[in-house]
């Protein structure tokens, strides 16, 4: 149901979601951003600072897209609050009956509210006595209801079937609440005024990282005709593969595996070769050798090469075939900035096929059965 959102002169919804990012990102940061504290703000989550101080578990639950921007906040609570925290397939959570220490805080990812298995997954633990927060874009939703608190993504409506901006936002909203936890506990004033300001240029960067459009579909061209991608990364861009593969296989129907980029080594190298492209997320930070050297290791076994980086450097250019320059960004906002030429590949691709780029087969926007 497209209800009264308009293409706005776009061929799909999907491709105006994908544009409209800058501004969702800037919605999701409007009013949360605190400079005098250097810290973020929200009003909804219905915790005392004493509950919000006393958090010793973090688990966040969601399905499809909303897991892969768990894993993302993973990296970053972890990174920045220094909180332990697991990821958990709302499917799974719901039946495994894990053992849960007190002081854990659940966080429900969603971008519709009414994912069956993430409302079910919350319910469970509330029942047990945790405490839970939605991360959530519908307004009022059925998981925004049954949360004790939580944060609106306020994406604005998502109608294209795969996830882009309400992944996008969700990102930056885990982002703020790292921030939110860690000035809570260690993190200085000057850090936390840092990640304010490196979240302000975020919308800027995006904007420029979306201008790599014409290159990418010259690019979807050449490999739209595949049946198999790799797509590959580290650390903050090991969920970006994981979530790259993921919008491939929705809308063209292309079988495409999302992997650590170290972990390529030990199984998924033997599907390398001359009709197997490998794209390599890689902008520069920690690991960036590493996977240089793993996109050679696949290079040298006759596999086409496409790189995601931001800076130019010779040794990528000799050994990628393709490469896809976004703007650098500190590490833990590259999912953001490196998920947009994989959205805009994908979107390419499934064009190029004859997709019904909106509505893929066999999917649905929100999945409210089990
Ligand atoms: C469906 C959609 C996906 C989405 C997933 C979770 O499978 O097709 O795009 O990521 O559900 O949806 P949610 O609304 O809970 O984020």
Known sequence: DTGEVSLNGYEHYMLKEIHEQPDSLRNAMRGRLNDEDATAVFGGLNLTPQQLRGVERIILTGCGTSWH?????E???EEFARIPVCVEYASELRYRNPPIENNTLVFGITQ?????DTLA?????????HRTLALCNVVGSSIAQAADGGVYLHAGPEIGVASTKAYSSQCCVLAMLSLYFGRMRHMSFESGGRIIEELRRLPAAV???LTCDSEVRRIAAKYADASNFLYLGRRYNFPTALEGALKLKEISYIHAEGYPAAEMKHGPIALVDEHTPSVFIMPRGTTYDKVMS?????????GPVIAVASHEEAQIRRIADEVIM????PEFLQPIVSAIPLQLLS????????????????????VTVE
Request: proline share 3%; charged share 30%; with cysteine.
């Open 207 to 209: 904007e420029q990282a």
């Open 112 to 116: 519709s509210g009414e994912t069956a």
């Open 69 to 73: 921007s768990a894993l993302v906040g």
């Open 121 to 129: 997954a919350l319910n469970e633990t509330k029942r047990k006595g």
């Open 326 to 329: 976004i703007p650098e960004v």
């Open 347 to 366: 979107y390419h691709i499934a064009v190029l096929r004859g997709c019904d780029v909106d509505k893929p087969r066999n999917l649905a926007k929100s």
């Open 294 to 302: 793993n996109m050679e290791e696949v290079k040298a076994r006759g």
């Open 75 to 77: 990296y970053m609570i």
